[in-house]
């Protein structure tokens, strides 16, 4: 039991701190509204199931051992983290009321993307494998436990960035300066995350 919440105790820190992926399901509140971002956020929840599966069965270790590869693997995350915050940058003030063009880009498909993209979700999942995980017994127990303990966070918690961003969206209806200042935040923590 210990062990456990030690591991929820980690995961819920790390999924709830500020970080590429909640900086982008903000941005996806202000723009479009919790209700409608449900599909990016579930996209968001599978692509973790992806990226903790892989890592689980070892293959993270494979690309540890190759320091271009996790190069190149670093500026492309960056490269569509940016390129999804972007895409919501608005052209006027009637562009922060109109939630038709964000949905294009806040849809399940492309949460699928941001958590094996990201370099935070990379390291805090390969910490809860290296660090937590064993302590919870074998392979049949770590592997439900840690992904379901991250799926669990990240509901709880992606739905609490997605919906302060819609109450920020809705208080500031209209400002396009919010929106902005959301794109231009988020842009900033992914290249900080790329280049430290």
Request: proline content about 5%.
């Amino acid at each position: 039991m210990l062990a456990f919440l030690s591991l929820l105790a980690f995961v819920t820190f790390m999924v709830g701190t500020p970080g590429p992926a909640n900086l982008i399901v903000m941005l996806a509140g202000v723009r479009q509204g919790l209700r409608q971002s449900i599909g990016f956020i579930l996209g968001l929840i599978v692509g973790k199931i992806a990226l903790n599966l892989f890592i689980g069965f070892g293959f993270g270790l494979v690309l540890a051992e190759a320091p271009v590869w996790q190069m190149l693997f670093s500026y492309v995350s960056a490269g569509y983290m940016i390129w999804l915050a972007l895409k919501s940058w608005p052209a006027s003030d009637a562009d922060t009321s109109n939630a038709e063009p964000a949905q294009d880009h806040f849809r399940f498909r492309n949460g699928l993307f941001v958590h094996p993209l990201n370099p935070k979700a990379w390291v805090m999942c390969v910490l809860a494998w290296g660090n937590f995980a064993p302590a919870l017994g074998d392979f049949s127990v770590q592997l439900p436990v840690v992904i379901l303990t991250f799926v669990i966070c990240q509901l709880c918690l992606h739905s609490l960035w997605c919906w302060l961003g819609t109450i920020m969206g809705k208080s500031l209806r209209n400002n396009i300066g919010l929106t902005r200042a959301m794109i231009i935040s988020t842009v900033i923590i992914v290249l900080i995350a790329v280049l430290l």
